[in-house]
T-cell receptor
C-alpha cells in the first residue's frame, strides 16, 4: 500500500528565506507526483505536477523535484513571502483510484 | 475555462440526520469525479470516485454513499449521520483518470453534533 510522508509537519521561517519541503513515498512505481497548496478552510490548489519521466518542474518561485528511485520529492520555495503561508501537500496516484496524499507541511512565513 | 462548485460551505447537523452535499463541474465533459474527506490530523482520504454517470467506486466502507445522476454532478449522501462523519469534505475532478492534475472545490466543513 502506498504511503506518503511529509517532513516537516510544520515550519516557520522569516520572510525572504529559501526553504525546502520534503515528501517521500513508499512505492516508487508512480507515473506522476503533484504538489498542492491549501489555505485554512479552503480547497486545494494544484501547484506543480511532475511526470515520472521528468526530474523537476518550475513555476515562478516554486521548483519541485522528483527522484523516483529513492521515493522522494522536494518543493523548493525561493524568497519566501508572507503570502506563501499555507499547508503544502504532496500526492501520488494510486492505480486508477485517485490520489494518496501526505498529511502536509504547515508553513508560516513571518513578516 | 473549467470551474467546480461545491456547497454548502459549512453545515452543522445533528446525529442521525440525513446529509446531501452537491458538487458540479462546468466547462468540461465526462470528468472523473472524486469525494475526499479531510479529518483533523489524518490527511485526505479518498471516499468515492466516478468515471461516468451512474458509475461509483467506493474506497472505504462507511456510512456514506455517492451518486452521479448527471455527467457533471456528484452527490455525497448519508441516511443517518454519525459523530465520526464530521470533517472537511472536498469534491474534485480530473480530465483523465490519474494522468492529469486534480482540481478541487472549495470544500464543505461538516460538524455532526
Amino acid at each position: 500500500k502506498q504511503e506518503v510522508t511529509q517532513i516537516p509537519a510544520a515550519l516557520s521561517v522569516p520572510e525572504g528565506e529559501n526553504l525546502v519541503l520534503n515528501c517521500s513515498f513508499t512505492d516508487s512505481a508512480i507515473y506522476n507526483l503533484q504538489w498542492f497548496r491549501q489555505d485554512p478552510g479552503k480547497g486545494l490548489t494544484s501547484l506543480l505536477l511532475i511526470q515520472s519521466s521528468q526530474r523537476e518542474q518550475t513555476s515562478g518561485r516554486l521548483n519541485a523535484s522528483l527522484d523516483k528511485s529513492s521515493g522522494r520529492s522536494t518543493l523548493y520555495i525561493a524568497a519566501s513571502q508572507p503570502g506563501d503561508s499555507a499547508t503544502y501537500l504532496c500526492a501520488v496516484p494510486v492505480g486508477a483510484d485517485g490520489l494518496t496524499f501526505g498529511k502536509g507541511t504547515h508553513l508560516i512565513i513571518q513578516p | 475555462s473549467q470551474t467546480i462548485h461545491q456547497w454548502p460551505a459549512t453545515l452543522v447537523q445533528p446525529v442521525g440526520s440525513p446529509l446531501s452535499l452537491e458538487c458540479t463541474v462546468e466547462g468540461t465533459s465526462n470528468p472523473n469525479l472524486y469525494w475526499y474527506r479531510q479529518a483533523a490530523g489524518r490527511g485526505l482520504q479518498l471516499l468515492f470516485y466516478s468515471v461516468g454517470i451512474g458509475q461509483i467506486s467506493s474506497e472505504v466502507p462507511q456510512n456514506l454513499s455517492a451518486s452521479r445522476p448527471q455527467d457533471r454532478q456528484f452527490i455525497l449522501s448519508s441516511k443517518k449521520l454519525l459523530l465520526s462523519d464530521s470533517g472537511f469534505y472536498l469534491c474534485a475532478w480530473s480530465p483523465t483518470l490519474g494522468d492529469e492534475k486534480l482540481f478541487f472545490g472549495s470544500g464543505t466543513q461538516l460538524s455532526v453534533l
